[in-house]
């Protein structure tokens, strides 16, 4: 009898000591830029939320998105750079949609057991004239992972009001459209907060993951009344401050419901702000985005569809009571690629093994040293298709480029983003990306132009189809340069 008293205290403990398997809230905002909140500089915008958890918790300053949105959210969803993920029919989007055989974060939560939900805007579905929402089924969040989905289907507009042009987004509840066309985005940050609250306040009994994917700051911004031109920085700084709230709104959920201790908070953006005050930033072009409708990268260069700094790196912080040390800062190479194997191994979920994952496990970085090293020995920033920089360690490697890439579409309408020579940046002692020191480092120079010509073989580029890259649908296409004469050129030039 004692001895099978002390086998049932044995049992008991070992259970007891089994860790319990976090709630996961993954906050992104849409065009926020790395100087946009009260902990990474902003001295305009108020987000005393946000602050209060990178204060409790821990604050990246080396975090990386992609230069726009659909090949940004395509690299959250699926830990993976966006030119190695399958599209349909084995094209590459300008915004990247995922195949159905791509596997994303939420469908390895839920194989875990996780509740999960989309609230927001997704941007990864395609177009279908046959389907009632106007987007083939097989892409949108439903049929990748996410028991619930409310939110936009593409982004909520391209003009700095809705009025503007003639395109409007329509709201969807799963497979069902309820708001046909939305003429104002005042209410949206309040409508995704009520979504979030009440998923959270009904799957509390048992592990979670949100995915609350803000609207704004993206144009149009909208604000509603309670933040309407209360910011000093602008209706830009209206949503903002406005999504500060929200974060503040579901930590306080948390908190009331006895969950804050089991749930890991994650915040960061899906780019750089979006500058662009006129259109392609051209000197004497039509006047576009007003300075106080989009955001700042200070004092990173750069800004959203550009691989500079400003472009790709942007604010993160992760918060988890008991688990994350407060006021901790980590400056390793991080990624929104590495949530997904991170997520996945804080739930005892499986990463998909028939396929490369290029993003890393965090766990380290977040339940460790501050002085813990980053998993990747080099990050690579493309434009689309186009590799045009390498990081490794302090180091950055920029490519030659022409001013207006023709083979990066819309986003190669930019001014002043060519450049003329291989070009290297201290990124510690030169965060502006201000000074070429390649002609004083030969070594490291050679170093990171072979790192960047494996990633060109592995991953592609915009003239060549990577080894690793996936193709669900018959082989692999052949990869041209397109454009013109000016890609032409820069192919016969073969510059690294």
Request: aromatic residues 10%.
């Amino acid at each position: 009898m004692t001895k099978l008293l002390l086998t049932l205290l044995m049992l008991g403990s070992s259970c007891a000591a089994e860790p319990t398997r976090p709630n996961i809230v993954l906050i992104f905002a849409d065009d926020l830029g790395y100087g946009d909140l009260g902990c990474y500089g902003s001295g305009k915008i108020k987000t005393p939320h946000l602050d209060a958890l990178a204060r409790d918790g821990l604050r990246f300053t080396s975090f990386y998105a992609q230069a726009v949105c659909g090949p940004s959210r395509a690299a959250l969803m699926t830990g993976c750079y966006p030119v190695r993920v399958g599209e349909p029919d084995n094209k590459k989007n300008a915004h990247t949609v995922l195949h159905a055989k791509e596997i994303t974060m939420a469908e390895v939560l839920r194989d875990a057991g996780y509740a999960t939900a989309c609230i927001g805007k997704w941007h990864l579905g395609a177009h279908s004239k046959t389907s009632p929402t106007g987007f083939d089924p097989a892409t949108m969040p439903n049929a990748q992972g996410f028991d619930e989905f409310y939110g936009t289907p593409l982004y909520n507009g391209y003009t700095v009001k809705v009025a503007d042009a003639k395109f409007r987004s329509t709201i969807l509840r799963n497979e069902e459209v309820v708001v046909p066309a939305v003429e104002s985005w005042d209410q949206i940050t309040q409508d995704y907060t009520r979504e979030s609250l009440d998923f959270i306040r009904r799957h509390r009994e048992k592990p979670f993951f949100l995915y609350l994917a803000h609207n704004m700051p993206h144009i149009p911004v909208g604000a509603s009344e309670r933040f309407k031109g209360k910011s000093a920085g602008g209706p830009y700084g209206d949503a903002v401050e406005e999504i500060d709230w929200s974060c503040g709104e579901i930590v306080k959920m948390l908190r009331e419901l006895g969950l804050a201790e089991n749930t890991l908070v994650v915040f960061t953006s899906d780019n750089g702000p979006w500058i662009e005050t006129t259109h392609g930033m051209k000197p004497n072009g039509k006047r576009f985005i007003p300075r106080d409708h989009s955001g700042s990268a200070d004092p990173l260069r750069g800004y959203k569809m550009l691989t500079w700094e400003g472009g790709l790196r942007v604010p993160c912080i992760a918060w988890w009571p008991g688990k994350i040390p407060a006021g901790t800062e980590s400056d390793a190479i991080t990624s929104t690629i590495d949530l997904m194997p991170t997520f996945a191994a804080l739930a005892g979920g499986k990463v998909p093994d028939d396929r490369i994952i290029d993003g890393r496990d965090l766990r380290a970085l977040l339940q460790g040293p501050v002085k813990a090293a980053s998993p990747h020995d080099a990050f690579f920033y493309y434009c689309h298709t186009h590799l045009q920089a390498v990081r490794s360690g302090k180091w950055k490697f920029v490519r030659k480029r022409p001013e207006h890439p023709p083979w990066v579409g819309f986003s190669g309408r930019f001014a002043g983003n060519a450049v003329e020579e291989l070009s290297l940046y201290d990124l510690d002692n030169d965060i502006g990306e201000t000074t070429n020191v390649a002609a004083g480092h030969p070594e490291v120079l050679a170093r990171l132009r072979q790192l960047a010509h494996e990633a060109r073989m592995d991953l592609g580029d915009y003239d060549h189809t990577g080894s690793g890259a996936r193709f669900f649908d018959g082989p692999a296409p052949e990869r041209k340069a397109g454009g013109g004469g000016a890609a032409k050129k820069m192919q016969k030039k073969k510059n690294q």
